[in-house]
């Protein structure tokens, strides 16, 4: 291609040569006899430095080789004749090969040089075209998406692929990416097996197809990957600029890789954390029910104690309660896993307040009196838009902390208005006991899974649920700080618009 490319060149200066020529003899001949014989040598220069600028040096030498027969046949005489028969034209004609030639040279290498510096100016923007493509937080397949792309639209092979060892062995290949045509089966064939149904080395191309070019990509003195383009020829500067190329994209590849097993190791490592956090509140919360009910059946089982009826009810009675806990928690254990694997889904409907308040006291039947709740609402308190399964939840989960913690038979509070000012409409919901209260310190921390502070005997699982249902419905969850005494903790829920009642 490059060849033909300066054939084509060639052939245009040297028409273009012949073209100048004949208008400056044209614009010269009718004037030959009042010429010296200077003028025409030094016109007739033009020619030739016009066919080395557009054709190059051999178009050059054609014009000079065309000036000197036009300057002898037309501007020496005798005219019409090749003879020269004075000294001095002798000496006009050597000098006006001589000045010829030179400026051919001369323009000739500045054209080369101009060329080199543009190719050189070309081949360094694309390379940097090339490197930015590498730039970048990718994830490992966007980044080999990306660097077959890259090198299809600037080269223009047929296809172009990249070939990567299978997970966990060396020896198995596999197409990663593709760009261009699509590849068929016997393409994928030859970039992943070799003869005899063996898989190819990483560092060889392995038995080449006609016009593929094949890279091996390397980092730190290993392969980490091959880069194929089919049905393609390079000259000497796209074969550099690859070869560039391919060294930054295998540094690409290597870090995308080890980024990404970073990730998984950190990914592995919450996990464990989480997984730890877990099975600590977890047996956190269970301990007690567990203790309670291990003790009322271990009196039960004593045939020496005498128990009279009231005994035996309220120990089945403490069964009965600590079971209801105990399910309570575990379905607080479901919850968090759905929780953090993202499984769960919030289904919004309309309904009242005292209406929740009612599903929540119900679900802590045995645990909670219902003369202990005091609920608080404004009579014009719009409709709660919420999934109150969940909010019923979270309800639930500070009313049983509140009675936990609270002194026997004192009021538990549960109070709920509408937040004023803000941009969408909220209800702020709150549950105020009588209890120790919660450090100032401990505050934010009881609502994380993770955390080892007691909260005044919150802390666990239900806090962290109560937090994930809140903020799932668009809400925030805060222990009020102004409360000097006891616990008020406060939560935020979508309802809806309040319509102002008429004049």
Excluded at 190 to 199: D, F, M, P, Y
Excluded at 439 to 461: I, W
Aim: with cysteine; hydrophobic share 50%.
């Amino acid at each position: 291609m490059a060849t033909r490319g300066t054939y084509q060149r060639a052939a245009l200066g040297i028409a273009l040569t012949a073209a100048s020529l004949a208008v400056l003899l044209a614009v010269m001949l009718p004037f030959r006899a009042h010429l010296s014989v200077a003028i025409p040598a030094l016109v007739l220069v033009l020619p030739a430095v016009v066919g080395v600028v557009v054709g190059g040096f051999l178009a050059g030498a054609v014009g000079a080789v065309a000036g000197f027969l036009v300057y002898d046949w037309f501007f020496l005489p005798p005219y019409g004749t090749l003879t020269v028969r004075s000294p001095q034209n002798w000496i006009a004609l050597g000098v006006y090969v001589a000045v010829v030639l030179i400026v051919a040279q001369v323009v000739a290498q500045l054209r080369r040089a101009r060329e080199e510096a543009l190719r050189r100016t070309k081949e360094a923007s694309r390379l940097y075209e090339l490197s930015q493509a590498l730039i970048g937080e990718l994830t490992l397949s966007q980044l080999l998406t990306h660097v077959v792309t890259t090198v299809q639209d600037a080269l223009a092979p047929r296809w172009t692929a990249l070939v990567l060892p299978e997970e966990g062995s060396d020896d198995v290949l596999r197409v990663a990416a593709a760009a261009g045509q699509p590849l068929d089966d016997a393409d994928r064939a030859s970039l992943t097996t070799a003869a005899g149904g063996r898989t190819t080395s990483l560092g060889l191309a392995g038995s080449q197809a006609p016009a593929r070019v094949s890279l091996a990509l390397v980092a730190g003195n290993r392969p980490v990957g091959l880069l194929v383009l089919q049905h393609v020829t390079l000259a000497d500067a796209d074969r550099r600029l690859l070869a560039a190329f391919a060294n930054q994209a295998a540094l690409a590849v290597d870090r995308a890789r080890l980024r990404e097993e970073a990730l998984r190791a950190r990914l592995l490592e919450e996990v464990d954390r989480w997984r730890s956090a877990l099975m600590g509140a977890a047996s956190h919360d269970l301990r007690t029910p567990l203790a309670g009910i291990k003790t009322a059946v271990s009196s039960l089982r004593q045939v020496d104690a005498f128990l009279g009826p009231e005994d035996r009810a309220e120990l089945l009675e403490l069964i009965e309660l600590q079971t209801d806990r105990l399910a309570r928690l575990v379905s607080n254990l479901l919850d968090m896993t759905r929780i953090e694997s993202g499984a769960f889904e919030v289904h919004a409907s309309a309904i009242a307040f005292d209406e929740l308040v009612a599903e929540a006291v119900a679900s802590l039947s045995g645990i909670l009196a219902p003369e202990r709740v005091v609920v608080q609402a404004p009579r014009d308190l719009p409709l709660l838009h919420i999934d109150h399964v969940l909010v019923g939840q979270v309800l639930a989960n500070l009313l049983e902390n509140a009675e936990r913690l609270s002194p026997a038979g004192s009021p538990i509070t549960v109070s709920a208005q509408v937040v004023p000012g803000s941009a969408s409409t909220m209800a702020e919901i709150a549950v105020a006991d009588e209890g120790p209260g919660i450090a100032r310190e401990d505050r934010e921390r009881v609502f994380e899974l993770f955390s080892q502070k007691s909260g005044g005997g919150r802390a666990g699982l239900g806090l962290a649920i109560a937090k994930a249902f809140v903020e799932a419905h668009g809400g925030l969850i805060w222990i009020d700080p102004d409360v000097t005494c006891g616990a008020r903790v406060v939560f935020t829920v979508p309802c809806e618009t309040l319509v102002p009642a008429p004049a």
